[in-house]
């Protein structure tokens, strides 16, 4: 989780402590709920079938997990205003990962600091012995930010501290021994842990962002850990801070194969400017990551391979205690960049989280890949189904701009123009996604999708990202909320998620494509929103 304007921290700390805001203490925090009379879900730019936070500031997807039928989504959030600040864990939990209900403030700030980015598990066996009634309880880890002691110029001013909930994630008590992690060293920048249970090796294993590479520590009981071995000082890709990791396994898509897939967010360095999150592919025997010599050969060179080429993707990771029936390792992530991310226009909050996302790994010629697609639960938002057939160029829209397009292109040696889905409203304001043959990449282009003025970063420059796939046929596969795209390439293989913020709903759209390209056929639907408030 990366922190801003740290010039304000002590001050804004201090004032925190001294009105004694609710839960505040090392007692069990129940905070307080946003009154939901006030939330319309009616904005301009209000995401329709994203989840975004009742007001005010988001970032950073927290602690997710899956528990007794619901699916617990925290975040990174501050209360009292729309750009970052002193930061709490908003919560909301859903039973499809569509619909999302608003719960009170899990975690706020104390004496020990802000409470920034991590993870939650259910502890099964009571491991920590912090349980009640025979019943496991959930855990979070999330790392402290003293404001104080970063002021003041110390290097330990970050540590990993432990809460817990005895009653389904509704309310939190902080350890009492926290930090369970101190910063010895010491490491700035030394935060957010995903902690996950390491069934082969029976342990508690954490992958936790270091600086400039990612520390592995385990653990008997999620309360004393001890250090394994760090990865990625020399590989990958170095253009910011490393933050976010999440290590987990997953199986080869079409074998019996199982490798380790390790996600690290960096800012500054994605590949279209600003933030995004890299991953790499190897094995891990209970103490060493090890890539796989296979996976890709420009990471020795410095550069990453991103789950995600658009501009907005950055710091997610995945739930944890997903039933073994069901078996899917589902992403999310933020869906803004920290280039612009507290000057998009928009009032009452700041910021949405991405659709939730199926992982695959796959083996192609250059290598293992990770492919995203979008949750199968989504399939319950579609409401008109329209079939796509050869040659058509319109596409049937909804007032509210919220939609989802399937099509399927054929390609030959004469498709040398641009082509895909274009949306456009009534004063002209478009925007773009598709794909370039002659330059070998897919594109999103919101340079003229509305207001773009709130930041030079913003709109300086068409997203691009490398096609996988070797076939004739293009398949494009994109989610159009009324301020947001998410393109699913050739079944997930690349993926591109931008935001754009035009001046009215996108109610127009169409197909558009040149000589020796062809329509092969899809569907479009129109998609329901997922907040009764809206309607």
């Known amino acids: 989780m990366l922190h801003r304007y740290s010039f304000r921290s002590s001050l804004l700390l201090l004032l925190i402590l001294a009105c004694g805001n609710p839960g505040s203490s090392d007692d069990t925090l129940a905070g307080s709920s946003t009154d939901s009379t006030a939330i319309r879900y009616t904005e301009a730019h209000r995401p329709q079938f994203h989840f975004s936070p009742p007001d005010h500031w988001m970032n950073d997807p927290n602690g997710m997990v899956y528990h007794e039928g619901e699916y617990h989504l925290f975040y990174q959030h501050y209360p009292d205003s729309t750009v970052w600040g002193p930061m709490h864990w908003g919560h909301a939990v859903s039973e499809d990962l569509v619909h999302w209900e608003n719960l009170p403030i899990a975690l706020y700030p104390d004496s020990l600091g802000y409470i920034f980015s991590g993870s939650a598990v259910v502890d099964h066996n009571n491991s920590s012995g912090l349980g009640e009634d025979g019943q496991p309880p959930l855990v979070a880890i999330f790392t402290y930010h003293d404001p104080v002691g970063e002021s003041a110029g110390r290097e330990d001013y970050q540590s990993q501290a432990i809460a817990y909930s005895n009653d389904r994630g509704r309310?939190?008590?902080?350890?009492?021994?926290?930090?369970?992690?101190?910063n010895e060293q010491p490491i700035r920048d030394f935060r957010d842990p995903k902690v996950l249970w390491d069934?082969?090796?029976e342990q508690w294993l954490m992958a936790l962002a270091a600086q400039d590479r990612i520390m592995f520590w385990r653990s008997d009981n999620l309360i004393d850990w001890a250090f394994l071995s760090d990865f990625g000082q020399q590989v990958g890709g170095h253009g910011g801070v490393w933050e976010c990791p999440d290590l987990f396994p997953l199986p080869v898509r079409g074998s019996g194969e199982t490798k380790w897939v390790l996600l690290v967010s960096i800012n500054p360095g994605g590949?279209?400017?600003?933030s995004a999150t890299q991953y790499f592919v190897g094995d891990f025997d209970g103490t060493t990551f090890t890539m796989d010599p296979t996976f890709s050969p420009d990471v020795q060179n410095g550069e990453g391979v991103w789950i995600d080429y658009g501009r907005d993707n950055y710091a997610g990771v995945t739930f944890a205690n997903i039933p073994d029936a069901d078996g899917r390792r589902i992403f999310i992530g933020w869906m803004s960049n920290w280039l612009y991310g507290q000057e998009v226009p928009t009032t009452e909050w700041r910021s949405a989280m991405t659709l939730p996302r199926t992982l695959e790994l796959h083996r192609l010629t250059p290598g293992y890949r990770v492919f995203s697609t979008p949750v199968r639960e989504l399939d319950a938002l579609r409401d008109a189904t329209t079939p796509i057939q050869s040659g058509t160029t319109a596409l049937p829209a909804t007032a509210e701009g919220t939609y989802e397009v399937d099509v399927r292109f054929l390609t030959t040696e004469a498709s040398t123009e641009p082509f895909g889905i274009e949306l456009e409203n009534g004063l002209g304001e478009t925007y773009r996604v598709g794909y370039d043959p002659a330059a070998g990449q897919f594109f999103?282009?919101?340079q003229d999708s509305g207001d773009t003025g709130f930041s030079e970063a913003f709109a300086d420059r068409i997203t691009q990202a490398p096609r996988l796939a070797t076939s004739d046929t293009v398949r494009l596969h994109a989610f159009f909320d009324v301020a947001?795209?998410?393109l699913f390439a050739d079944g997930g293989a690349t993926v591109?998620?931008?935001?754009?913020?035009?001046?009215?709903?996108?109610?127009?759209?169409r197909l558009f494509y040149g000589d020796g390209t062809e329509v092969l056929g899809g569907e479009t639907y129109a998609l329901e929103g997922i907040w009764p408030e809206a309607r």
Do not use: H, L, M, Q
Request: glycine fraction near 8%.
């Open 271 to 274: 590949p279209n400017g600003g």
């Open 484 to 486: 947001s795209a998410e």
């Open 496 to 509: 591109i998620t931008d935001i754009f913020f035009p001046s009215e709903p996108f109610r127009r759209v």
């Open 444 to 446: 999103s282009d919101r």
């Open 199 to 201: 069934t082969e090796r």
């Open 171 to 182: 309310t939190w008590t902080k350890y009492a021994g926290n930090p369970v992690i101190p």
